[in-house]
């Protein structure tokens, strides 16, 4: 049994995590409601924070990063780096710091998402960030001390989260949560590392 | 003939990409030194002032973006987003901005590098905004107005630099500046779009 920290866990990416992990100690977290711990990836010192108060853990799994939506002419400076901060280096920010505080053989799970490879109107830089996201893992892996793993999800869009995304996605079809959570358990429980693991149907 | 800014037009990659645009009107931008117009891509106002007093052009050519190299585990934040305003934001802004005023039918060419593909020590902000850049080119080549063109050039190291960065890059290939050149060309004068030109031996 791990101990993993889960961000996001009261969201529906977060539940469907949750499904993979059932075989582990999960300590939740995420930026409001009932959570074992709150934390805001946007804020270092909240990351920070976060790692002391759980103290020993082996595995973080995340499942937040804020996207701003609109048409590439239409979507100014700050809604760029509103998705910048949060998706991209919030997720970066949750390895470069937490590269200190993981166990021996840990494992960082981040999330990017299907609209890098299957690109909508709309989702510019959600795209551009999961780009990013993707890469950073395939490359970083190479760096990671003291056997340490690092993965991506890249799932498709939730059955559970259709009736609100469905509408912008023509031509997409959902994958359970429960199908999402392998791909995180794959992740933490498994030897593989600077792999995107995509959930698509 | 276009009219054609190339940005960053006295470095080796500037220098490379003038080799593919022989047959056009260049002006010439970059942050110093005897160029048409001075540049500084991190900054909005300067792009704006630069498109403003440049008037009518077909096609802008960006060889820069700066990136901060160091081990991952040694990486800043203040490193990571120095990189990240440069390569990344400041070339998403180029086109941003630029589509306000690019000629029907112009092109955007930006830059990125094959270290997103070929990982190596060092280059994990260099490596994660090529793929940033990439993923942007291909996903926001299907948004652009008025049969605008968006692809990226993808090189590997220029012989011309081989000198400064061989010992970084073991068994890398570089590839001379001319064949860079060509990848611009057919990036300028092709009908391609949302494409990333990789250039490597």
């Known amino acids: 049994m791990k101990t993993v920290i889960l961000i996001g866990a009261l969201g529906k990416m977060g539940k469907a995590a ?13 930026r409001s409601g009932d ?24 595995a973080v ?12 002419t239409e979507m100014s400076e700050a809604q760029w780096m509103t998705t910048v901060m949060s998706k991209m280096m919030g997720q970066i920010n ?6 200190d505080y993981i166990a021996d ?3 960082f799970t981040l999330i990017s998402g299907i609209l890098n490879v299957k690109p909508i109107p709309y989702a510019i830089a959600d795209a551009t960030t999961s780009g990013a996201i993707d890469t ?12 340490i793993r690092i993965n991506v999800v890249n799932p498709t869009v939730l059955t559970e989260a259709w009736d609100v995304y469905g509408d912008m996605m023509p031509g997409f079809e959902p994958v359970p949560g429960r199908l999402v959570g392998k791909a995180f358990e794959r992740s933490v429980d498994g030897f593989i590392t600077g792999q ?5 149907a």
Chains 1, 2 share one sequence.
């Open 105 to 107: 053989n840990g494992s």
């Open 94 to 99: 949750l390895v470069r710091i937490g590269q």
């Open 196 to 200: 995107v693991l995509f959930v698509d």
């Open 136 to 147: 950073f893992v395939k490359c970083v892996a190479y760096e990671m001390p003291r056997n």
């Open 61 to 72: 799994v995340n499942t937040v990063g804020y996207c701003e939506y609109a048409p590439f």
């Open 18 to 30: 949750l499904t993979g992990l059932a075989k582990h100690k999960v300590i939740t977290a995420g």
């Open 35 to 58: 959570v074992d711990h709150i934390v805001d990836i946007t804020n270092v010192d909240s990351i920070k924070a976060l790692y002391e108060k759980v103290g020993h853990f082996d």
